[in-house]
C-alpha cells in the first residue's frame, strides 16, 4: 500500500464517519472496514468513467449492503462522477458535492439513507432491502452475456462488461441471495463478482446467533469460484482476489472477505459499531487512530483527488473513448444493430413496432387472456429484438415462452436466446428481471398471481426505481378451481394495486389484453403487472360495444342501456366483465337500465381529468355495484358509501368452476340481484 493509497483509504473513512455523524444517523461500521477494498476495485480495476457515468459498456457496482451508503457517496464525491438527468444527457454538476455529503439523509440531499437510482448518478440500483442488490447484479450479468451474444461482431468487441455487487453477512442471510446465486452458478456467469464483506456482525449481535454455515462451500456448491482475502487492509491480497476473478473464464466468482466493522474505532468488531454514530469523542479517537486531523470534518486533501484522477479517472477516460470510436465504426458497418443499441439506450421502440399485433375476432366462447397474451407478446417480440423473459418454472401454464423460430433459449451454451428459465425462484426471477431493466433491455418474467407473494420485495423496488419491467401474473382469481385456496389469490390484486408507480392492468378480453401490450410496450419509466386468466373468457363484439382503445383511460363505458340514462353502473374487471354485461342483460329484460364499466388498470383511470371520470363514473348515479373476483379492499372509491360489491370476503375453495362461482355469487342472477336491489332502494329514498 502506498502512502497515497493508505491517504485515500482513509479519507474515505474520515467522509463516512463525518456523515454519519452529522446526521446523528446512519451506519458508520461498514464502510469503516471495507473501504480498503471497494477503494482498490474503484481505483485500480472498475472501468467506468466519472465523466460519463452512463457510458454502456461500463463496468456495474451495485452495493448490496445499502446501508453502507456513505462509501458509495465519498467514492462518487471523490472520483468526481458527474450527474445525468433522466433523459440521459450529461449534465455538468457533480452527482454529488460535498454539501451533498453534508446534508446526508436529510430531505432533498442527493445522499439519501440508502442508494437510490434515478435520484443520484453513479447508483447503477437502488439497494437497502438486503440480497436484492446481488440479485439484481445476475440480471446486469445476463444481460450483458445477451448483449455481447446479439451485438459484438469481429473486431467489435462492443460488450464485455464485468458487474461487482458488494454484499454483506445479511445479504448473504436473505433467500432471494441464495436462489440468484443458484441461477448465476448454472448459467455460469464468469463477469460477475460478488464481493462478501464478512464482518461477522448483525443489528442483534454477533453472527454466531443466527449465522453459522460455512458461505464458502455453499457457493462452490453452485458452481462459483470462490477466493477468500484474511485481511481488508491488505491490498495486494484484495487486488489478487480481483485479478483470480479476471483470469475465472466459466464461474461466477465469490471474493470472501474478512473485515473488521468500525475498523480503528472504540467499537471495532462490536455490534455498536453498525447502527449508530460514534459520537464526537469516538470519531476523534478514530482519526487519530488513522491519522486524520482530529478536529476537522469532511477532511479531503488535494492530492487525493488528483490520485483518484489519475487512476479511475484517467482509465475510464481512455476506455470509453475508445469504445465510442469502435461504436462509430461498428455504425458505419452494422448500421440496423447500431440503430437497435441507441434506441435501446432511449427506451425508444423500432418503428414499426406494433404492426403485427394480432386482431382478435368476437367469440363468445373466445380464449383465455394468457393465450391471447402468449399471441401478442410473440408478435412483440419479433418486433423488438430486446424484449425478452421467462418464467419461475411455469411458461407453459402462463404462455409466456416465445415460440417463433429464433427465439431460442438463454443457456451457457446459447446466450443470444430469448427464453429464460428461471428456475422456481420467484423473488430471484423478478430481481434478475429489474437488472436486466436496469441494463437497458425490456425484460418480462412470469409466475402464477398467488406467487406474487414471493417476489413483491422485488417488483415493488421496480417500481421505486422507475423501470419498465412487466410482471405477468396468470391464474387470476378462484377461477383456478380445483387447486383450491392455496393457488386461488384473494389480496393479491389489492397488494399490487397498493404498490405506488406500479400500473396493474387485469384485461376482461383479448381486445383489451392487445391494447393493454400496446400501452404495456411503450412504457418508459414504469413496471406493470399484467393478470391474466386461466379459463376461456369471452371475445367482445366490439361493433356493439365500446373499442378496446378505452382501456388507455384505465376504464370506461363499454356498454350503456338501450335506451334512456342509466339507473345502476355495473364496474368489472378481468373474466368479470362478460359477467357484468351479462347481468345487464338480466337487467334490461326488467326494464332497469345498466352501464357496464370496464376497469383494467385502476391507476390510469385515477390519472385521467375529473371531467373524464365524471362521464364514466355521473356523480348522479350512485347505484353502483362493483364486480371482482378478488378482495374488495380500493373498490369503495368508485362504488362510493351506497354502493355494492360482488367480490370475495374468504379465501376460496378446492371445486369446479361453475361449482365456485355458484358459491361466492358471480352469477348473472346474483349480480342482477344486487343491481336491482340498490336501485330499488334509490327509487324507495325518492318517494
Same mark, same amino acid.
Given at each position: 500500500?502506498?502512502?497515497?493509497?493508505?491517504?485515500?483509504?482513509?479519507?474515505?473513512?474520515?467522509?463516512?464517519?463525518?456523515?454519519?455523524?452529522?446526521?446523528?444517523?446512519?451506519?458508520?461500521?461498514?464502510? $469503516?472496514?471495507?473501504?480498503?477494498?471497494?477503494?482498490?476495485?474503484?481505483?485500480?480495476?472498475?472501468?467506468?468513467?466519472?465523466?460519463?457515468?452512463?457510458?454502456?459498456?461500463?463496468?456495474?457496482?451495485?452495493?448490496?449492503?445499502?446501508?453502507?451508503?456513505?462509501?458509495?457517496?465519498?467514492?462518487?464525491?471523490?472520483?468526481?462522477?458527474?450527474?445525468?438527468?433522466?433523459? !440521459?444527457?450529461?449534465?455538468?454538476?457533480?452527482?454529488?458535492?460535498?454539501?451533498?455529503?453534508?446534508?446526508?439523509?436529510?430531505?432533498?440531499?442527493?445522499?439519501?439513507?440508502?442508494?437510490?437510482?434515478?435520484?443520484?448518478?453513479?447508483?447503477?440500483?437502488?439497494?437497502?432491502?438486503?440480497?436484492?442488490?446481488?440479485?439484481?447484479?445476475?440480471? $446486469?450479468?445476463?444481460?450483458?452475456?445477451?448483449?455481447?451474444?446479439?451485438?459484438?461482431?469481429?473486431?467489435?468487441?462492443?460488450?464485455?462488461?464485468?458487474?461487482?455487487?458488494?454484499?454483506?453477512?445479511?445479504?448473504?442471510?436473505?433467500?432471494?441471495?441464495?436462489?440468484?446465486?443458484?441461477?448465476?452458478?448454472?448459467?455460469?456467469?464468469?463477469?460477475?463478482?460478488?464481493?462478501?464483506?464478512?464482518?461477522?456482525?448483525?443489528?442483534?449481535?454477533?453472527?454466531?446467533?443466527?449465522?453459522?454455515?460455512?458461505?464458502?462451500?455453499?457457493?462452490?456448491?453452485?458452481?462459483?469460484?470462490?477466493?477468500?482475502?484474511?485481511?481488508?487492509?491488505?491490498?495486494?491480497?484484495?487486488?489478487?482476489?480481483?485479478?483470480?476473478?479476471?483470469?475465472?473464464?466459466?464461474?461466477?466468482?465469490?471474493?470472501?472477505?474478512?473485515?473488521?466493522?468500525?475498523?480503528?474505532?472504540?467499537?471495532?468488531?462490536?455490534?455498536?459499531?453498525?447502527?449508530?454514530?460514534?459520537?464526537?469523542?469516538?470519531?476523534?479517537?478514530?482519526?487519530?487512530?488513522?491519522?486524520?486531523?482530529?478536529?476537522?470534518?469532511?477532511?479531503?486533501?488535494?492530492?487525493? @483527488?488528483?490520485?483518484?484522477?489519475?487512476?479511475?479517472?484517467?482509465?475510464?477516460?481512455?476506455?470509453?473513448?475508445?469504445?465510442?470510436?469502435?461504436?462509430?465504426?461498428?455504425?458505419?458497418?452494422?448500421?440496423?444493430?447500431?440503430?437497435?443499441?441507441?434506441?435501446?439506450?432511449?427506451?425508444?421502440?423500432?418503428?414499426?413496432?406494433?404492426?403485427?399485433?394480432?386482431?382478435?375476432?368476437?367469440?363468445?366462447?373466445?380464449?383465455?387472456?394468457?393465450?391471447?397474451?402468449?399471441?401478442?407478446?410473440?408478435?412483440?417480440?419479433?418486433?423488438?429484438?430486446?424484449?425478452?423473459?421467462?418464467?419461475?418454472?411455469?411458461?407453459?401454464?402462463?404462455?409466456?415462452?416465445?415460440?417463433?423460430?429464433?427465439?431460442?433459449?438463454?443457456?451457457?451454451?446459447?446466450?443470444?436466446?430469448?427464453?429464460?428459465?428461471?428456475?422456481?425462484?420467484?423473488?430471484?426471477?423478478?430481481?434478475?428481471?429489474?437488472?436486466?431493466?436496469?441494463?437497458?433491455?425490456?425484460?418480462?418474467?412470469?409466475?402464477?398471481?398467488?406467487?406474487?407473494?414471493?417476489?413483491?420485495?422485488?417488483?415493488?423496488?421496480?417500481?421505486?426505481?422507475?423501470?419498465?419491467?412487466?410482471?405477468?401474473?396468470?391464474?387470476?382469481?378462484?377461477?383456478?378451481?380445483?387447486?383450491?385456496?392455496?393457488?386461488?389469490?384473494?389480496?393479491?390484486?389489492?397488494?399490487?394495486?397498493?404498490?405506488?408507480?406500479?400500473?396493474?392492468?387485469?384485461?376482461?378480453?383479448?381486445?383489451?389484453?392487445?391494447?393493454?401490450?400496446?400501452?404495456?410496450?411503450?412504457?418508459?419509466?414504469?413496471?406493470?403487472?399484467?393478470?391474466?386468466?386461466?379459463?376461456?373468457?369471452?371475445?367482445?363484439? @366490439?361493433?356493439?360495444?365500446?373499442?378496446?382503445?378505452?382501456?388507455?383511460?384505465?376504464? !370506461?363505458?363499454?356498454?350503456? +342501456?338501450?335506451?334512456?340514462?342509466?339507473?345502476?353502473?355495473?364496474?368489472?374487471?378481468?373474466?368479470?366483465?362478460?359477467?357484468?354485461?351479462?347481468?345487464?342483460?338480466?337487467?334490461?329484460?326488467?326494464?332497469?337500465?345498466?352501464?357496464?364499466?370496464? $376497469?383494467?388498470?385502476?391507476?390510469?383511470?385515477?390519472?385521467?381529468?375529473?371531467?373524464?371520470?365524471?362521464?364514466?363514473? +355521473?356523480?348522479?348515479?350512485?347505484?353502483?355495484?362493483?364486480?371482482?373476483?378478488?378482495?374488495?379492499?380500493?373498490?369503495?372509491?368508485?362504488?362510493?358509501?351506497?354502493?355494492?360489491?360482488?367480490?370475495?370476503?374468504?379465501?376460496?375453495?378446492?371445486?369446479?368452476?361453475?361449482?365456485?362461482?355458484?358459491?361466492?355469487?358471480?352469477?348473472?342472477?346474483?349480480?342482477?340481484?344486487?343491481?336491482?336491489?340498490?336501485?330499488?332502494?334509490?327509487?324507495?329514498? @325518492?318517494?
Amino acid at each position: 500500500m502506498t502512502d497515497l493509497d493508505t491517504l485515500s483509504v482513509n479519507t474515505v473513512r474520515g467522509l463516512c464517519m463525518d456523515a454519519v455523524q452529522k446526521a446523528q444517523s446512519g451506519h458508520p461500521g461498514t464502510p $469503516m472496514g471495507i473501504a480498503p477494498v471497494a477503494y482498490t476495485l474503484w481505483q485500480r480495476f472498475l472501468r467506468f468513467d466519472p465523466q460519463y457515468p452512463i457510458w454502456p459498456n461500463r463496468d456495474r457496482f451495485v452495493l448490496s449492503e445499502g446501508h453502507a451508503s456513505t462509501l458509495l457517496w465519498s467514492l462518487l464525491h471523490l472520483t468526481g462522477v458527474r450527474a445525468v438527468d433522466p433523459d !440521459y444527457e450529461v449534465l455538468g454538476r457533480p452527482a454529488v458535492t460535498l454539501d451533498d455529503l453534508k446534508s446526508f439523509r436529510q430531505l432533498g440531499s442527493r445522499c439519501p439513507g440508502h442508494p437510490e437510482y434515478r435520484w443520484t448518478s453513479g447508483v447503477e440500483a437502488t439497494t437497502g432491502p438486503l440480497g436484492q442488490g446481488v440479485a439484481d447484479s445476475v440480471g $446486469m450479468t445476463m444481460a450483458g452475456r445477451w448483449l455481447a451474444a446479439r451485438y459484438n461482431r469481429e473486431d467489435f468487441p462492443l460488450f464485455d462488461f464485468d458487474v461487482y455487487a458488494l454484499a454483506g453477512d445479511g445479504c448473504m442471510m436473505e433467500g432471494v441471495a441464495s436462489e440468484a446465486a443458484s441461477l448465476a452458478g448454472h448459467q455460469q456467469l464468469s463477469n460477475l463478482c460478488w464481493i462478501y464483506d464478512s464482518n461477522r456482525v448483525t443489528i442483534e449481535g454477533h453472527t454466531s446467533l443466527a449465522f453459522t454455515e460455512d458461505v464458502a462451500a455453499r457457493f462452490l456448491a453452485y458452481g462459483w469460484n470462490v477466493t477468500t482475502v484474511a485481511d481488508a487492509n491488505d491490498l495486494d491480497a484484495v487486488a489478487r482476489a480481483f485479478h483470480t476473478f479476471r483470469a475465472e473464464t466459466e464461474r461466477p466468482t465469490l471474493v470472501l472477505v474478512h473485515s473488521h466493522i468500525g475498523y480503528g474505532s472504540p467499537v471495532e468488531d462490536s455490534p455498536k459499531a453498525h447502527g449508530a454514530p460514534f459520537g464526537p469523542d469516538g470519531v476523534r479517537a478514530t482519526k487519530r487512530f488513522l491519522g486524520l486531523p482530529e478536529d476537522e470534518q469532511f477532511w479531503i486533501p488535494e492530492e487525493v @483527488r488528483d490520485w483518484f484522477g489519475q487512476g479511475i479517472g484517467a482509465r475510464g477516460a481512455q476506455l470509453r473513448t475508445a469504445w465510442e470510436k469502435r461504436f462509430d465504426a461498428y455504425r458505419a458497418a452494422w448500421p440496423e444493430l447500431a440503430d437497435e443499441l441507441e434506441r435501446m439506450q432511449r427506451r425508444e421502440l423500432p418503428a414499426g413496432w406494433d404492426s403485427k399485433l394480432p386482431e382478435f375476432p368476437a367469440d363468445p366462447k373466445g380464449l383465455a387472456t394468457r393465450d391471447s397474451s402468449a399471441q401478442v407478446l410473440n408478435a412483440l417480440a419479433q418486433s423488438i429484438p430486446w424484449l425478452l423473459g421467462g418464467s419461475a418454472d411455469l411458461a407453459p401454464s402462463t404462455k409466456t415462452h416465445l415460440t417463433f423460430d429464433g427465439a431460442g433459449d438463454f443457456q451457457p451454451e446459447s446466450p443470444s436466446g430469448r427464453n429464460l428459465h428461471l428456475g422456481i425462484r420467484e423473488h430471484a426471477a423478478a430481481a434478475v428481471a429489474n437488472g436486466m431493466a436496469l441494463t437497458k433491455l425490456r425484460p418480462y418474467w412470469s409466475g402464477f398471481l398467488i406467487f406474487s407473494d414471493y417476489a413483491k420485495a422485488a417488483i415493488r423496488l421496480s417500481a421505486l426505481m422507475e423501470i419498465p419491467v412487466v410482471h405477468i401474473f396468470t391464474h387470476d382469481s378462484i377461477g383456478v378451481g380445483e387447486d383450491g385456496p392455496t393457488h386461488q389469490p384473494v389480496e393479491q390484486l389489492a397488494g399490487l394495486r397498493a404498490m405506488p408507480g406500479l400500473l396493474v392492468f387485469r384485461p376482461g378480453d383479448a381486445g383489451e389484453v392487445v391494447e393493454t401490450w400496446r400501452l404495456v410496450a411503450g412504457l418508459r419509466h414504469e413496471p406493470a403487472a399484467l393478470v391474466l386468466s386461466r379459463q376461456a373468457l369471452p371475445t367482445l363484439d @366490439r361493433t356493439r360495444l365500446a373499442a378496446a382503445s378505452g382501456v388507455a383511460h384505465g376504464a !370506461y363505458v363499454l356498454a350503456d +342501456p338501450p335506451s334512456g340514462e342509466p339507473q345502476v353502473i355495473l364496474l368489472a374487471t378481468g373474466s368479470e366483465v362478460s359477467l357484468a354485461l351479462a347481468a345487464r342483460d338480466e337487467l334490461a329484460a326488467e326494464g332497469i337500465g345498466a352501464r357496464v364499466v370496464s $376497469m383494467p388498470c385502476w391507476e390510469l383511470f385515477d390519472r385521467q381529468p375529473r371531467e373524464y371520470r365524471d362521464q364514466v363514473l +355521473p356523480p348522479a348515479v350512485t347505484a353502483r355495484v362493483g364486480i371482482e373476483q378478488a378482495s374488495t379492499f380500493g373498490w369503495d372509491r368508485y362504488v362510493g358509501d351506497g354502493g355494492a360489491l360482488v367480490g370475495m370476503h374468504t379465501y376460496g375453495a378446492s371445486a369446479p368452476l361453475k361449482q365456485l362461482l355458484t358459491k361466492f355469487g358471480f352469477t348473472p342472477q346474483r349480480v342482477a340481484e344486487v343491481a336491482r336491489e340498490l336501485v330499488e332502494s334509490r327509487q324507495e329514498a @325518492r318517494t
